[in-house]
């Protein structure tokens, strides 16, 4: 048990008393021994295994495993590609047909969302200069009345600067009610082609063409591409992540307009992505943060990332390479590529390199796309798979389900303890 606690603990770079507390604590409540040795055995196992696979064995280093990793990504990827029809040659109808397979496969999915005429209302009364001037209109009435209401949310991600959004323009969602919601289905649309110039700087610091609005219900694609190995297959899995996240704010807006008083402040909390700054004391209990971003993206060394807490992120993602194993079992000539990648999210360990230093492999599909995307710049992402070992020491102890339960009733307040 001490050799998988330091192991452990090495991998999610904390302190091994925070494992050792964790399972301490939740073996004394769930009745369950030995889970952090079940958790390690089973990482070396699909480690392996999957290495078998690839051709790796023996004494390798980090460069054979990682080397092995990318190119098993880049050959499932333009495999992936081919078996449909190779369809992002960057114009707008290319884009269409991949987002009628992934309609097809995914199926439709209602939400609560801030309604058509409230966002109109916004609008008005705040009008978007850049994006009323890139059009050339003379106010955001009359550009409402002929423009698509989506696509101009939408551009308020790329045309508009942030201290306007978040001084001005958001600042109307503190008079948010729950009737200014209503039930309706995600809008899943390629943008106009019209758009294309407006988000080259939004793609250059993105290093992708999709993004979504969880109170609006949308995820919206810009049509171009990026010229990057792997793009059709994480572009196919952001959007069945993206389509789990709405879902799963969705259901916050929701429950939070039980409590009318409160409901401005949540909706307003939620697409903020608030995390809690202050540290609680923790007595004979286990204390768990809900840890609502990917904090490792602003600060790989926050301190939030080292104390026991959970991430609805992974939990979307984990959901996302389930649905794009079932795609990939849809196409024909694929196959089940996709299979080598299922429930190893949270799998990873150090290996050596040829100088002797210990480097943290990921074998998270996810960090092992951004990083083919990024192969060019020697960028190596892990913070996925760390995340997602988080959420698999939550699982193993009481399962996907209180998971899911424990991230949506402690989101808001930040934190919890068993």
Do not use: C
């Amino acid at each position: 048990m001490n050799n998988s606690i330091e192991k452990i603990a090495k991998i999610l770079r904390t302190d091994e008393d925070n494992i050792r507390k964790i399972d301490k604590r939740l073996s004394a409540v769930t009745g369950k021994r030995n889970v952090m040795d079940k958790i390690l055995e089973e990482n070396e196992t699909k480690i392996n295994s999957h290495l078998n696979e690839l051709g790796v064995s023996g004494n390798f280093y980090t460069k054979e495993v990682y080397s092995a990793l990318i190119s098993k990504v880049g050959a499932d990827s333009k495999a992936f590609s081919e078996a449909m029809g190779n369809p992002i040659g960057g114009g707008r109808a290319d884009f269409n047909e991949v987002l009628t397979m992934i309609k097809k496969v995914s199926g439709e999915h209602k939400g609560f969302f801030l309604k058509e005429e409230k966002a109109r209302e916004f609008l008005i009364n705040e009008p978007p200069r850049n994006v009323v001037k890139y059009l050339g209109y003379d106010s955001a009435a009359s550009m409402l009345e002929k423009e698509d209401l989506f696509e101009v949310f939408s551009s308020l991600r790329f045309l508009e600067d942030s201290k306007w959004l978040n001084t001005i323009f958001f600042k109307q969602y503190g008079s948010l009610r729950p009737e200014d919601f209503e039930e309706r289905e995600i809008v899943i649309k390629v943008l106009d082609e019209k758009w294309n110039k407006a988000t080259e700087g939004f793609m250059k610091k993105k290093w992708h063409n999709i993004s979504h609005l969880k109170e609006m219900g949308i995820i919206f694609v810009i049509p171009k591409v990026l010229g990057v190995p792997g793009e059709l297959l994480r572009m196919v899995s952001l959007i069945f992540h993206y389509l789990s996240e709405i879902s799963f704010y969705s259901e916050l807006f929701e429950k939070s307009s039980e409590t009318p008083p409160v409901f401005a402040k949540n909706v307003i909390s939620l697409l903020k992505g608030d995390v809690i700054d202050r540290k609680i004391i923790e007595e004979d209990k286990s204390l768990w943060l809900v840890i609502q971003r990917y904090l490792a993206k602003e600060d790989e060394n926050d301190w939030r990332l080292f104390v026991p807490h959970i991430n609805p992120e992974t939990f979307h993602w984990m959901r996302a390479q389930q649905r794009l194993a079932g795609i990939g079992d849809s196409l024909a000539r694929f196959g089940n590529n996709l299979k080598f990648w299922e429930d190893l999210d949270w799998v990873g360990d150090y290996f050596k390199n040829e100088s002797g230093n210990e480097i943290l492999i990921s074998f998270d599909l996810v960090d092992t796309v951004m990083s083919l995307v990024k192969e060019k710049e020697l960028i190596k992402y892990s913070y996925h798979h760390q995340e997602a070992l988080w959420n698999k020491i939550f699982i193993e102890y009481f399962g996907r389900a209180q998971l899911e339960y424990f991230l949506k009733e402690y989101l808001l307040q930040g934190y919890f303890e068993i």
